[in-house]
Every structure is written in structure tokens, then in C-alpha cells.
């Protein structure tokens, strides 16, 4: 049974400071995303990674930065929190996708999501 | 501008009757199609899938159909049950996006007793 676990169910933080959102997988995923939820935009990427020590952006990168040193975990980090990164941040794994010879792609697991606040 | 639009923000649904929740898209590059299913505090959960070679996928209640001439897709939930209640997102992939997925805004369904 695959879990996808985040550090925090709920936080509150000040405008401008430094926020880390974790996130660990057990299932041995080499696939790893962050998204945030927003009413009426439903899930939107902000960076993904493939491998350890790799990462990519996402559709809205702007304002996050990533890490990925072990496989396992994939941390999303707020160099200096604005109001409007308040949101519903969610953690997402998946095994690779089969070849491009293939006609389907694997799901991703979700984590229980994280509600940030920014004050 | 969204490629993946589900213009119906919410539906109500009397329990044991049918449920169709539509989703559109815009990019005719996408070949693969997914639906997930949100609770409140939860994080969405996979519920049934359908590739471009195919019209129709059907798994116990939920069947999924896709009309790629008119890129639009829909997810028939029969019966209807009042633990159905949840958001609805609709997700869709396609070779030159990797291994993402581009998500709907999502549908919130209510199943009424």
C-alpha cells in the first residue's frame, strides 16, 4: 500500500519567512511532484523530479525552490512566504512511465496535503 | 488558459440515480486521461483511467467515455451513492509532457439520501 506522507496538516506562517514543506514516500518511487490546489484552478505543478538530485519546473515555479537528496523525500521550500502562496500544497509520487511504445502512464499518489496560511 | 476545463463547478445527484461529470480539453496531443477523487482533508486518490486508442473504460460503477473528435471525455458513476460525494478532478497527459499530469479545476459532487 503506498503512502505519501507531509510533515504538516496545517501552518501558519508570516509574511517573508523561509517555509519547508516535507514530503516522504515509501514505495520506492523514482517520481516526485509538488503541486498547489487553489479554488476553481484545481492542481497545478510547481516542480517535479524524475530522480534523486534532479528537478524541473513545473507550470509555476515562481517563488518556490526544491530539493531532492534522497529518493525518498522531496521538499518544497518558500524562500520568502507571500500572502498569496496561501494554499493547499500537495505531494504526488509515481513509478516512470512505461516506454513510449506504451499506452498508458502510471498514476500518482497523492499525500494528505498541507493547508499553508500566509499572514 | 486552462487545456483541461470542467465547466461545471458542481452537480447534485439523488442517490441510486446516475452521476456524469464532463471534462474537456484543448490539446490534441494528449493520448491519456485520468480521473481522481478528493475528500475533504484528503489528498485526491486515483479512480479510473482511459488511453486515446480506446472510447470506453468501465470499472464496477464508474465508466469512462472519450469522444476525441470533440476532445471531451465523461465519467458515468452508476448507481449513485452518497460516499460518491467528493471533488472530481479531470487529468490529462500526453508523450512531449513527460510523466505529467495537467488537472481540471475539478467538479464537486453531493449525493443527496
Known amino acids: 500500500d503506498v503512502k505519501v506522507t507531509q510533515s504538516s496538516r496545517y501552518l501558519v506562517k508570516r509574511t517573508g519567512e523561509k517555509v519547508f514543506l516535507e514530503c516522504v514516500q515509501d514505495?520506492?518511487?523514482?517520481?516526485m511532484f509538488w503541486y498547489r490546489q487553489d479554488p476553481g484552478l484545481g492542481l497545478r505543478l510547481i516542480y517535479f523530479s524524475y530522480d534523486v538530485k534532479m528537478k524541473e519546473k513545473g507550470d509555476i515555479p515562481e517563488g518556490y525552490s526544491v530539493s531532492r537528496e534522497k529518493k525518498e523525500r522531496f521538499s518544497l521550500i518558500l524562500e520568502s512566504a507571500s500572502t498569496n502562496q496561501t494554499s493547499m500544497y500537495l505531494c504526488?509520487?509515481?513509478?516512470?512511465?512505461?516506454?513510449?511504445?506504451?499506452?498508458?502512464?502510471?498514476?500518482?499518489?497523492f499525500g494528505p496535503g498541507t493547508r499553508l496560511t500566509v499572514l | 488558459d486552462q487545456q483541461v476545463k470542467q465547466n461545471s463547478p458542481s452537480l447534485s445527484v439523488q442517490e441510486g440515480r446516475i452521476s456524469i461529470l464532463n471534462c474537456d480539453y484543448t490539446n490534441s496531443m494528449f493520448d491519456y486521461f485520468l480521473w481522481y477523487k478528493k475528500y475533504p482533508a484528503e489528498g485526491p486518490t486515483f479512480l479510473i483511467s482511459?488511453?486515446?486508442?480506446?472510447d470506453k473504460n468501465e470499472d464496477g460503477r464508474f465508466t469512462v467515455f472519450l469522444n476525441k473528435s470533440a476532445k471531451h471525455l465523461s465519467l458515468h458513476i452508476v448507481p449513485s451513492q452518497p460516499g460518491d460525494s467528493a471533488v472530481y478532478f479531470c487529468a490529462a497527459s500526453a508523450r512531449n509532457y513527460g510523466q505529467n499530469f495537467v488537472f481540471g479545476p475539478g467538479t464537486r459532487l453531493s449525493v443527496l439520501p
Open positions: 482511459i488511453s486515446s486508442i480506446k
Open positions: 514505495m520506492d518511487h523514482e517520481n
Open positions: 504526488a509520487s509515481s513509478l516512470p512511465s512505461p516506454g513510449t511504445s506504451s499506452t498508458s502512464y502510471n498514476e500518482q499518489f
